[in-house]
Nanobody, 123 residues
Framework: QVQLVESGGGLVQPGGSLRLSCAAS????????MAWYRQAPQKGRELVAK???????TYADAVKGRFIISRDINRNTAALEMNGLRPEDTAVYYC?????????????????WGQGTQVTVSS
């Protein structure tokens, strides 16, 4: 019903930058919160940044001042600009969204995840 596809991960040196993108498709009626999570090896999945439909943002303390989340309401896309990358930012990054899905004549709210994109920060 809803598919989220991330892109933009890769290998970068400490201090470098990367931009992740997330594109949503499917039977979307309304996109609510969009967020980025990450999961490092042997660690749980954690929230990195979130943006509501009204553009209110939340950031993890570890990324404040370095990462910027953005979204395009009309295109159902989101992005994460990551600057000043550190080795501890190495993780699989996932796009997440709360979506009101069209189901026949009605709607249903779902929480969708992308497949993840690897970000590796290493010299």
């Amino acid at each position: 019903q809803v598919q989220l596809v991330e892109s933009g991960g890769g290998l970068v040196q400490p201090g470098g930058s990367l931009r992740l993108s997330c594109a949503a498709s499917g039977d979307i009626h309304t996109m609510y919160d969009m967020a980025w999570y990450r999961q490092a090896p042997q660690k749980g999945r954690e929230l990195v940044a979130k943006m509501t439909r009204d553009a209110a943002t939340t950031y993890a303390d570890a990324v404040k001042g370095r990462f910027i989340i953005s979204r395009d309401i009309n295109r159902n896309t989101a992005a994460l600009e990551m600057n000043g990358l550190r080795p501890e930012d190495t993780a699989v990054y996932y796009c997440n969204a709360d979506v009101l899905v069209q189901v026949g004549p009605g709607h249903r709210q779902v929480n969708a995840w992308g497949q993840g994109t690897q970000v590796t920060v290493s010299s």
